[in-house]
């Protein structure tokens, strides 16, 4: 068989040539062994209108809709999320809906986001005063905790322990965000959110008020099941890095720390609070 047989003749060639860039311009990276096309990112849109904020992801907003303290002022939906949402009638909900494209929903959030085809504008949920707190043996209070991830996480382990309050400040606190309502993944509609403006103050009340407050510390004296004592505990978590205050270790009834054998001797903020809460869960029955 001749070359020309084999290969095409140089004509054949050009126009193959062609259309391998043709294809490749309309399907991937020419040259790139997987065809792949990198995607463009999204930055994201401007701000919600004022006084209100963007939740989206499946659970996120399944629970905002569930939740009757949470106003909705609307929500984008495709058609795909309306089903896994079991939402045959948008027509139905108490507030405007509309049926869009994912890439209408990214055009808001930004590309980043995983919002999985849902997105709902709603006023933030109104923090409540310490006066407030509930009937509850167990609660969390973050000392200027503010990465989002960080509290979103915290607030989901803090309502499958079964914590009845978060616990923040009124300044240097995590704020109402998507990123923080999807990491908690729908658990900021189960959770009662206290904000007080001195937390040495809020401790000491705490403390009057029965619950031993424990802050969590890598160096702590004793190990955190070694220091549970009494019927209430609040768990007190300090920020990445800094960790608690001064003031805050001054003024909390024990110091404790997580026993952890490993090499590595301390954890990220969240996954702490979550080993704290379950332990404390297990000390209250």
């Known amino acids: 068989m001749t070359d020309d047989k084999k290969s095409g003749t140089p004509k054949d060639q050009h126009y193959a040539r062609l259309r391998r860039a043709h294809r490749d311009q309309k399907t991937g990276v020419a040259g790139h062994p997987s065809g792949f096309r990198p995607r463009q990112p999204v930055p994201p849109g401007e701000a ?24 909705i002022a609307r929500m984008l939906v495709t058609r795909n999320a309306a089903e896994r949402l079991s939402l045959p009638d948008l027509a139905t909900l108490p507030f405007p809906a509309e049926l869009v ?8 959030t930004g590309s980043d986001a995983v919002h999985q085809g849902v997105l709902v504008e709603a006023r933030p949920l109104k923090p409540k005063p310490l006066d407030a ?42 704020t109402e965000t998507g990123v923080l309502a999807k990491s908690a993944s729908g ?73 952890m054998p490993g090499a590595i001797r301390s954890l990220n903020v969240s996954n702490a609070a979550a080993v704290a809460m379950y332990a404390a869960r297990k000390y209250l029955g």
Do not use: C, W
Not at 101 to 108: C, Q, T
């Open 101 to 108: 494209e994912p890439k209408d929903i990214d055009r808001l």
């Open 133 to 174: 707190l509930g009937d509850t043996r167990l609660v969390v209070v973050v000392d200027q905790v503010t990465d989002p991830h960080n509290v979103g996480a915290i607030i989901r382990s803090a309502v499958a322990f079964d914590a009845g309050a978060l616990i923040t400040t009124s300044r240097h606190s995590p």
């Open 187 to 259: 658990a900021l509609e189960h959770i009662d959110l206290i904000e007080v403006r001195n937390l040495a103050d809020a401790l000491t009340k705490l403390s009057d008020a029965g619950f031993q407050t424990i802050g969590l510390d890598s160096d702590g004296p004793a190990e955190m099941e070694q220091t549970f004592a009494g019927d209430k505990v609040a768990l007190v978590l300090g920020a990445e890095g800094k960790g608690l205050r001064q003031k805050t270790r001054e003024t909390v009834d024990a110091l404790a720390r997580l026993d």
């Open 48 to 71: 919600p209108a004022e006084g209100l904020v963007r939740l989206y992801g499946i659970h996120t907003v399944r629970a905002a809709i569930d939740n009757p303290r949470r106003k």
